[in-house]
């Protein structure tokens, strides 16, 4: 919040470009080991080693394109 002046400016977009999240195979890794915990552990959203991945980046465990959904990394 300590950026909502800036909105519609030019620092405004030069920020998000210099502030943007890079989803590179670390944050993914992060993600899935997330979901194993919640999915396969059945341990909550909350739960310690849940929150453990998570925190640090302020990350959920959710996928935000199909894109996400799909292996295409894996060789075919």
């Known amino acids: 919040m300590s950026r909502v002046h800036n909105l519609g400016m030019a620092r405004d977009m030069k920020e ?3 502030l943007a999240r890079i ?3 670390v ?3 992060k993600i899935k ?6 999915y396969d ?4 959203i909350t739960s ?4 453990g991945l998570l ?3 302020s990350l959920v465990p959710t996928t935000v394109s ?5 292996d295409f990394h894996r060789n075919h």
């Open 66 to 70: 199909l894109y996400d959904c799909f």
């Open 23 to 25: 989803d590179d195979r």
């Open 27 to 29: 944050r993914q890794n």
């Open 33 to 38: 080991s997330a979901w194993a915990h919640i």
């Open 16 to 18: 998000r470009n210099t």
């Open 48 to 51: 310690t080693s849940v929150e």
């Open 41 to 44: 552990s059945e341990l909550g």
């Open 55 to 57: 925190k640090d980046q």
